[in-house]
C-alpha cells in the first residue's frame, strides 16, 4: 500500500528492504509484512525492527509523516508500546513519547 495523505488509512502491507552498506547491490534482504489485520501487521514490522536492529532507518518523510502515522495507526490498534519500543533504541521510551506526545495523547 502506497503511503497514504491521511490517518486513517489502514496499514495492512508494510515492505522493508534491509541494505548492506559493505555489499555491492546495496539491498541485503526484503520483507514484506502483510497480515490478516492492522493490529497484527504492526506487531509483525516491530518484531522485524527489533530483529534487525538497525542502526539507522531511512524513510520517505519519515519523521513529517511516516513514524507519525505509524504511532497514530499503533495507538488506535493498542500496539503503540510495542512500535515505540522497537523504533526506540534506548530502554525508557521518555524520549518517543515526549517526540510524539501529540499523537500519543489519550
Known amino acids: 500500500k502506497q503511503i497514504g495523505n491521511n ?3 489502514s496499514i495492512l502491507e508494510i515492505v522493508v528492504n534491509v541494505v548492506d ?3 555491492s547491490s546495496n539491498i541485503k534482504e526484503t520483507l514484506l509484512i502483510s497480515k490478516d ?5 504492526l506487531r509483525e514490522f516491530s518484531y522485524q525492527v527489533k530483529k534487525i536492529d538497525p542502526d539507522i ?4 518523510d519519515g519523521d513529517q509523516f511516516l513514524f507519525p502515522w505509524l504511532l497514530y495507526r499503533a495507538k ?15 530502554p525508557n521510551q521518555d524520549f518517543m513519547k515526549q517526540k510524539y506526545k501529540s499523537i500519543l495523547k489519550t
Request: no cysteine; hydrophobic share 35%; glycine share 0%.
Open 7 to 9: 490517518f486513517s488509512d
Open 21 to 23: 552498506k559493505n555489499s
Open 37 to 41: 489485520d492492522e493490529a497484527e501487521t
Open 57 to 60: 532507518i531511512l524513510t520517505k
Open 76 to 90: 488506535i490498534n493498542k500496539v503503540e508500546s510495542q512500535l515505540l519500543s522497537a523504533l526506540n533504541r534506548e
